[in-house]
């Protein structure tokens, strides 16, 4: 036998070392051995980034330099932005939420302000979402004629780019062309320019958001209420039980697990919320962490600073998502 024969015996040994000793494993190693490149694609992809601004958060602003950042800073960018005393750009220092938003008292500091803001859109919006879309999904889960066409009619608001959902929302409460302004005014919900108020621009942002991402909520929690067993709601008419009990005992349990998935994804993407805000109202007048985060890069250059806010928001994210992951697993269990 040759040289070069034997080393490729060798070598082919060598591979296949590994390989058989993965036969030997439990499932579950083998499962977690498999998931190792997607672990490690997953972790440049989302994790790099996420430390990366936190290091960015940790130095200084440098607005003269071509290089944004200055020296090593440590925790001082979070000191400021906590008491009150970073320098944001100017717009949103006048921004006088005081008035327009309850629990919110003048010098209260501008993170805490556009965290308030944050926070209650996510928790309101979220809401709504959940029961407009879960009545959306009952509906469309029963077997009725033209189904097809609320199916439709149910999608085509999410189906619609962000710009032109906001500029659809922006026109109706435009103070000078738009006739949802007037019937507003006439109930006296608002006032005589809404886009310039906080409070009714708010109003404004929430109710697109909602109208539009409904149907997201409505898609997933359909597919919940379709993995439910007929033959249990069978049953439980024979048993004698209430279509209240029906949905309390049978329907809800099941579809616990893809509303809380639901929930997830929208609370995430609803504290992220930026681009509708800024083409409806302005991040002038709703103020979220997401737009503090792009003024202060785009309107002082002050990237250490906006990083320091985008890493706050990631926290808040991240305390969100063990919520709703223990309300998950706490769901399933029930389930089980």
Same mark, same amino acid.
């Given at each position: 036998?040759?040289?070069?024969?034997?080393?490729?015996?060798?070598?082919?040994?060598?591979?296949?070392?590994?390989?058989?000793?993965?036969?030997?494993?439990?499932?579950?190693?083998?499962? %977690?051995?498999? @998931?190792?490149?997607?672990?490690?694609?997953?972790?440049?992809?989302?994790? %790099?980034?996420?430390?990366?601004?936190?290091?960015?958060?940790?130095?200084?602003?440098?607005?003269?330099?071509?290089?944004?950042?200055?020296?090593?800073?440590?925790?001082?960018?979070?000191?400021?932005?906590? *008491?009150?005393?970073?320098?944001?750009?100017?717009?949103?220092?006048?921004?006088?939420?005081?008035?327009?938003?309850?629990?919110?008292?003048?010098?209260?500091?501008?993170?805490?302000?556009?965290?308030?803001?944050?926070?209650?859109?996510? !928790?309101?919006?979220?809401?709504?979402?959940?029961?407009?879309?879960?009545?959306?999904a009952y509906v469309i889960d029963q077997d009725f004629r033209g189904r097809r066409w609320v199916r439709v009619a149910i999608i085509i608001p999410y189906a619609?780019?962000?710009?032109?959902? *906001?500029?659809?929302?922006?026109l109706m409460f435009n103070p000078t062309i738009g006739w949802a302004t007037d019937l507003m005014q006439a109930i006296g919900v608002f006032g005589d320019n809404?886009? *310039?108020?906080?409070?009714?621009?708010?109003?404004?942002?929430?109710?697109?958001?909602?109208?539009?991402?409904?149907?997201?909520?409505?898609?997933? !929690?359909? *597919?919940?209420?379709?993995?439910?067993?007929?033959?249990?709601?069978?049953? =439980?008419?024979?048993?004698?039980?209430?279509?209240?009990?029906?949905?309390?005992?049978?329907?809800?349990?099941?579809?616990?697990?893809?509303?809380?998935?639901?929930?997830?994804?929208?609370?995430?993407?609803?504290?992220?919320?930026?681009?509708?805000?800024?083409?409806?109202?302005?991040?002038?007048?709703?103020?979220?962490?997401?737009?503090?985060?792009?003024? =202060?890069?785009?309107?002082?250059?002050?990237?250490?600073?906006?990083?320091?806010?985008?890493?706050?928001?990631? !926290?808040?994210?991240?305390?969100?998502?063990?919520? %709703?992951?223990?309300? @998950?697993?706490?769901?399933e269990g029930g389930v089980a």
């Amino acid at each position: 036998m040759s040289t070069d024969t034997q080393n490729d015996g060798d070598s082919g040994r060598l591979v296949m070392r590994p390989l058989n000793r993965l036969e030997t494993v439990s499932e579950q190693v083998y499962a %977690y051995v498999l @998931l190792i490149p997607a672990a490690i694609l997953l972790g440049f992809i989302a994790f %790099y980034p996420l430390l990366n601004t936190l290091w960015f958060s940790l130095l200084g602003d440098d607005v003269f330099s071509p290089d944004p950042f200055g020296e090593f800073n440590g925790f001082g960018n979070y000191a400021d932005l906590l *008491a009150g005393e970073a320098q944001l750009p100017q717009q949103f220092l006048d921004v006088g939420l005081s008035g327009s938003f309850p629990f919110i008292e003048m010098g209260t500091p501008f993170l805490q302000q556009a965290l308030f803001v944050t926070l209650a859109f996510a !928790i309101i919006s979220v809401l709504f979402e959940t029961l407009i879309g879960f009545g959306q999904a009952y509906v469309i889960d029963q077997d009725f004629r033209g189904r097809r066409w609320v199916r439709v009619a149910i999608i085509i608001p999410y189906a619609l780019p962000i710009v032109i959902q *906001a500029m659809i929302f922006y026109l109706m409460f435009n103070p000078t062309i738009g006739w949802a302004t007037d019937l507003m005014q006439a109930i006296g919900v608002f006032g005589d320019n809404p886009l *310039a108020s906080s409070r009714d621009s708010f109003f404004i942002v929430l109710v697109a958001d909602i109208w539009k991402t409904s149907a997201f909520m409505a898609l997933l !929690i359909l *597919a919940g209420l379709q993995s439910v067993d007929r033959s249990l709601y069978d049953v =439980a008419k024979v048993s004698g039980a209430s279509p209240w009990q029906q949905f309390k005992y049978i329907t809800f349990p099941i579809v616990l697990p893809a509303l809380l998935v639901a929930m997830l994804f929208r609370t995430m993407d609803a504290m992220r919320i930026y681009g509708l805000v800024d083409a409806t109202a302005g991040c002038e007048q709703v103020p979220s962490m997401t737009c503090l985060v792009i003024t =202060a890069l785009q309107g002082s250059r002050r990237w250490a600073t906006a990083s320091a806010v985008a890493f706050l928001t990631a !926290i808040v994210i991240g305390l969100l998502v063990i919520v %709703y992951l223990i309300g @998950l697993r706490g769901s399933e269990g029930g389930v089980a």
